[in-house]
């Protein structure tokens, strides 16, 4: 068994952002964790020259780089955080998943384009067009950004994620979705219930398609400011135990 992790949008460097839980994670069961590349955030991976999707850009780009890795994969868990489940929906059905875990994220219709999915939130994150084809975080700086954000980490933590904010492609925020990779899929989501970023009811109306959900009381990435949660739950998702799907609240 492997695990993928596919970041959140407007940041790059996604080993960086999931490595307290890949490290507990290893420690704990042996299963190794890589992170997908997101050519829409700037990111190829090592030795890759640009593809047709790359040139595409944006959601299919992402899309097609998270399959790359599933082909060259087997038995794989793929965790989503945040916009990172919308590249799971676009990259579509996968022999190499054996199921998917979600972290305040999303598992849209077909259709649906990330930018749709969040323009009903009551707290919108600022975002503002570069001017270059890309979108970026707008008037924030590294407090701001890390008491939105990362309110539940400490200030060394806060500074090393603002410094990994980047431009996206904008054709990652408007590009409809054209599958849907959660559906039949063992899945687990977890609501993050102390989130700035992605409110509560997005959170539950999304975790209500998963298979099963889990309630937190973290921030909006509870991989970096409470692992042994998330590791708690991905072992459980290695060994899916059978039953109908349900909702629990961990502290």
């Known amino acids: ?17 999931w490595r307290p839980a890949a490290d507990l994670l290893e420690r ?10 997101l050519p ?23 899309a097609a780089a998270l399959r790359r890795e599933l082909d060259n994969s087997d038995e794989v868990i793929v965790v989503g955080h945040s916009y990172g489940g919308t590249v799971i929906a676009e990259a579509g059905a996968h022999p190499a998943v054996k199921g998917l875990f979600y972290i305040s994220s ?3 219709d077909i259709g649906q384009a990330q930018g749709a999915i969040m323009s009903g939130e009551p707290d919108p994150v600022s975002i503002a067009d570069n001017g270059d084809g890309t979108l970026g975080v707008s008037g924030y700086d590294v407090a701001s950004f ?38 039949g899929v063992d899945s687990t989501y977890l609501v993050c219930t102390h989130d700035r970023s992605t409110s509560l009811d997005l959170q539950r109306f999304h975790a209500a398609r998963a298979t099963r959900s889990v309630e937190v009381q973290t921030g909006h990435h509870p991989f970096i400011t409470r692992p042994e949660l998330v590791v708690d739950e991905l072992v459980r998702q290695a060994r899916p135990k059978r039953g109908p799907a349900s909702t629990s609240r961990l502290p």
């Open 1 to 17: 068994m492997q695990l993928l992790f596919v970041h959140g949008a407007l940041v790059r460097d996604g080993a960086w952002w």
């Open 28 to 37: 704990r069961t042996g299963i190794r964790s890589r992170a997908v590349a």
């Open 40 to 62: 829409s955030c700037g990111e190829r991976a090592a030795g890759e020259g640009e593809s047709d999707s790359d040139a595409a850009g944006g959601l299919v780009a992402d």
């Open 106 to 108: 999303y598992l849209p």
């Open 146 to 183: 890390g008491a939105r954000f990362l309110q539940d980490a400490d200030a060394a933590t806060q500074l090393e994620a603002w410094q990994r904010v980047t431009a996206q492609d904008a054709s990652a925020f408007v590009t409809p979705t054209t599958a849907v990779g959660w559906q």
